[in-house]
């Protein structure tokens, strides 16, 4: 069911304690709210019957059904229950928004909406449906205040939507969140104030200063309402009571319906000297001390209201955050255990030695259970916190392998040949005979790129080196090829090869490090591979890469979805040569083609080279059959099958898969957070 007992204990127990049944009517909204998001839960369960709403038992979906008509029954036998016992109803509207309404939302809309691009990256990336609900909560949130100020409608929309809204983006990081907090309270601080003043000492309330009085009015949008009755009767505020009957008089004989007959201006005018007449002769002693303090009475109830708000809010916040360090202290016991059992961690990145040594400090530093260790979200920070608490405990580290530099140059690499042409005896596999040769490839619309081969592998695998890039990404087993150079008579001629590291922008060549810079490019083979790499013109970010399943060697460089940024798959540091799991994509997921977008400016973009991965992830492997390239044109998914090697491999991958399910546990729960 997912209820927290804890949750449950702190909102029933003080009512339990002190025997007051009616205090169980304060939390109705919570229960509506809990309510609601088992609807929603189980509306959700519906995408796990496959091929909804089509090749499913009848029996599937009649106990789907079934189940949710119970939960909306729930629902109205609760609003029932409500209406009985008169039960106060006002936040229902808010916990409804939030706990079925928003969650909806983001369930129908998933598609993603990507701003305006600033320095090569989009002002915004979420979900049409995350869109929807923020414009919602900002709606709701001025629109109550222009129409009645801050009430229960306007405070709901503040404390159950866009307070939580914002609360969910700083669970993780227990500093910052407390820093909000804290904010929260000081901003809030003038309304809530006087609402404890009111509850707990109410005899100060005279002596605040009608002048902040009047302040705290104009910023809640409440205009004091009492007429002035005084003005109505057309006497002064000190006007003793026989001169107040004696002007009555006067004005009801000539305003009295009798002698206006049906005049419906007259007839408003002697209702209101005849309220005016009994409130000053009835009760003047009262409506004086109303009169004198106006703006207390109006602001009073509101604050009182802002008081009961925010002590839920604050309840909530405390079982929450008790939660996510509950979630926090999981995880950090996973990498601790995974350090424990020699599985693999980016010892590089943290400044120890990549060998048996390192090891084995920071598994002695890991082994007690007391330690500070950082919460895995797979960031570069994971990285940085577990390198602070190292040198907080006197170990003394490497500087961080951030590497900075300038792209020298870009280049493409083209297969030559298939495995059944059948002039295939005819290209040369001795490595770097074609080099300084001239590559003419055909485009799909019978066009000729040209470019110079700068390097060849040969071998079986005949990989060539190509400068400029071509333009555009060869399709296997499709586009031609003819081989010149000035002096040989003979030209050779083939088929384009399938190649899974053949997209545009993906191998460069780069520059050394900055002069300044403490840490110069590595010459370990294969140093950088899986680090995270980033190009860019001045502030504007070139682009990031498409990870899994799209943008191959296939051509095109569409379909898939955005995982990781750009990352290395090889390096050589003899040629200072980088090759990219996937090519460079734009912000908005299309490939960089050309000069209509944001491009590589060999010489002048600068690239950065750093680790992003406490936990390394396992090296991706490539198909290299052409004849695999219709049913997977792009770069495929890591194969972990076979081989010592491999099932060292599978291991990473379960044990980095254990501890991205660790860091991900918050994400599932976080609904259940707002709620």
Known sequence: MGISWWRMAFIFGPAIARGDISSFGLYTPFIFGHLLSR????????????????????????????????????????????????????????????????????FWFPARSKGPLYHGQPLWDTTWGNISVYVMMLGGLTSSWIIQGIDHIFLGFLFLQIVPEIQKRFWMKPV???????????????????????????????????????????????????????ATLGVSPDADMKTIKKVFREMAIELHPDKVGDDPVKLARFHAIQTASD??????????????????????????????????????????????????????????????????????????????????????????????????TGKKEDIMEMRDCLEKAGYKLEPFPEVKGTVQKVYQEVVLGTKEMKNLKDIITTPGFYVG????????DGSIAESTIVDYTGGDKRVATVEPPLGFVPV?????????????????????????????????????????????????EGYYNGYKFEVRNGKTLVGWQQQEGGGGGGGGGGGGFLSCMQRVYEYWPAQRKVILEGALMCASGKQIWGSEDIKVEPGESTYLIHPEDLIPRPKRKFLTDASTSSAAPAQVAASVSGGEGDREKLSCFRSWRRLRTSWELPRAQWRRLAT
């Open 437 to 444: 040769y001239s590559i003419l490839v055909e485009k799909s």
């Open 176 to 230: 910052q969140h407390l820093y909000l907090v804290v904010g929260i309270l000081l901003v809030c601080f003038p309304f809530f104030s006087i609402g404890l003043m009111a509850w707990y000492f109410p005899s100060y309330l005279e002596s605040i200063p009608k002048s902040f009085l009047q302040w705290l009015c104009w910023l809640a949008n409440a205009k004091p309402e009492i007429p002035d009755h005084y």
């Open 476 to 524: 296997a087993e499709i586009t031609k090829f003819t081989l010149k150079k000035a002096g040989v008579a003979k030209d050779v001629s083939g088929l384009v090869g399938f190649h899974p590291l053949g997209q545009l922008n993906q191998v460069f060549i780069i520059g050394e490090a900055d002069d300044k810079a403490e840490v110069k490019l590595n010459k370990e």
């Open 279 to 376: 409130a000053l002769t009835k009760g003047r002693a009262e409506y004086d001390k109303s009169i004198e303090n106006q703006e207390l009475n109006e602001i009073v109830p509101r604050c009182y209201a802002f008081l009961v708000m925010i002590g839920y809010w604050l309840l909530h916040s405390l079982i929450d955050w008790n939660d996510v360090e509950g979630m926090r202290d999981q995880g950090k016991d996973a990498l601790r255990d995974h350090v424990l059992a020699d599985r693999p961690v980016d010892l590089k990145s943290l400044g120890l030695s990549n060998d048996e040594q390192g090891m084995l400090i920071l598994k002695e530093y890991c082994a007690p259970q007391d330690v500070e260790l950082p919460f895995v």
């Open 39 to 106: 609807v929603v839960r189980q509306w959700k369960s519906k995408v796990k019957l496959r091929g909804w709403p089509h090749k499913v038992s009848p029996e599937l979906t009649r106990g789907w059904m079934i189940k949710l008509v119970r939960e909306i029954a729930f629902v109205f036998f609760f609003l029932a229950f409500c209406h009985w016992m008169k039960s106060e109803t006002r936040s229902l509207f808010n916990f409804f928004l939030s706990s079925f309404v928003n969650p909806m939302l983001r």
